[in-house]
């Protein structure tokens, strides 16, 4: 299976601040560490080129960004403080999602170890986002005639309101979006599939919220692919989760991902996407027993 990972590109961020950039390299490290992979494995991707992010992005966007051309309130609205290493940070995680598509497509599975970065509109990016990879990568892959209608399940707890909206008049990609009815963003956009959970929801309503998602997909869309975003941030100890699954109830959720996508025959691609618990190791923990249960389905169907 294909792991891209990217914590070799850093995201230059002031002391003290809040995004765990550090949780990609802890990742990495523990995914060798453990045995689930070898570092030789894990590959390092290109850059999302200019053709590949104007497809979703607006030029004025893309170009404001490059040249480090964006307002102080903007920025902001980001999250994260400019600087051409988090552009160049941000270009290849978009080509990790890219080059992970094409490698579904051909194997089945395919990881990320970023990605998910599912509140970036076409012109503008927020919530620690700056592109969006899911929306390039789709584009991306319909471009290059390998699959045409895609499912993307979002199971970050925030709802992935920039794909949404990307994607709001396009009958070829289905946006399903499960996550917190009272978490950031506090503006939805409206999926295709947007199932809301109060706070405090725990396993069991949390997995039958799903299974009943996914059971709804199966009953209306036809997909050639799906991209998975394994968001850790519904654990019950994230700082910005407001809902409360264990760590179990994680895996079993992505389980049940799993079990649909090979159920319809679906490649399927990872991506991390969000994680703030306020012990980042427990994000790491859940980040690697997401990449653990897909790696042991991958080697299962190359045998």
């Not at 949404?164 to 009272?182: E, L, Q, Y």
């Not at 407001?242 to 109830?249: N, P, T």
Request: hydrophobic content about 40%.
């Amino acid at each position: 299976m294909h792991i891209y990972r990217t914590d070799s590109f850093p995201i230059p961020l002031p002391r003290g601040h809040h995004f765990p950039a550090g949780k990609y390299r802890m990742l990495a490290r523990r995914l060798v560490d453990d045995g689930i992979v070898s570092s030789n494995e894990m590959r390092l991707p290109r850059e999302a080129t200019r053709e590949e992010l104007l497809r979703v992005h607006a030029i004025e966007y893309l170009t404001r960004l490059e040249r480090g051309e964006m307002t102080a309130k903007e920025m902001r609205r980001i999250g994260l403080p400019w600087s051409v290493e988090l552009v160049d940070r941000a270009r290849r995680s978009v080509g990790a999602t890219v080059e992970s598509c094409v490698a579904a497509m051909n194997d089945g599975f395919a990881v990320s170890l970023s990605g998910g970065t599912h509140h970036a509109f076409p012109d503008r990016g927020e919530g620690f986002c700056l592109f969006n990879d899911v929306a390039v990568a789709a584009r991306a892959i319909q471009a290059a005639g390998r699959a045409e209608r895609i499912l993307v399940i979002d199971a970050d707890v925030h709802q992935g309101n920039g794909t949404a909206f990307i994607f709001r008049s396009d009958p070829t990609v289905f946006t399903f979006s499960i996550h917190g009815k009272n978490n950031f963003p506090f503006h939805k956009q409206a999926g295709d599939l947007d199932v809301n959970l109060a706070d405090g929801t725990g396993d069991e309503t949390y997995l039958k919220a799903l299974r009943s998602g996914l059971e709804t997909i199966a009953g209306g869309f036809t997909a050639e692919m799906a991209i998975y975003l394994a968001g850790a941030d519904p654990y019950h100890d994230d700082r910005y989760g407001r809902v409360a699954l264990s760590k179990e109830g994680l895996a079993l959720r992505d389980r049940e991902v799993l079990a649909f996508c090979r159920k319809h025959q679906l490649p399927v691609v990872v991506t991390m996407a969000g994680g703030y618990a306020r012990n980042i190791a427990d994000t790491v923990d859940i980040h690697v027993q997401t990449v653990r249960i897909f790696q042991s389905a991958a080697r299962e169907f190359e045998k």
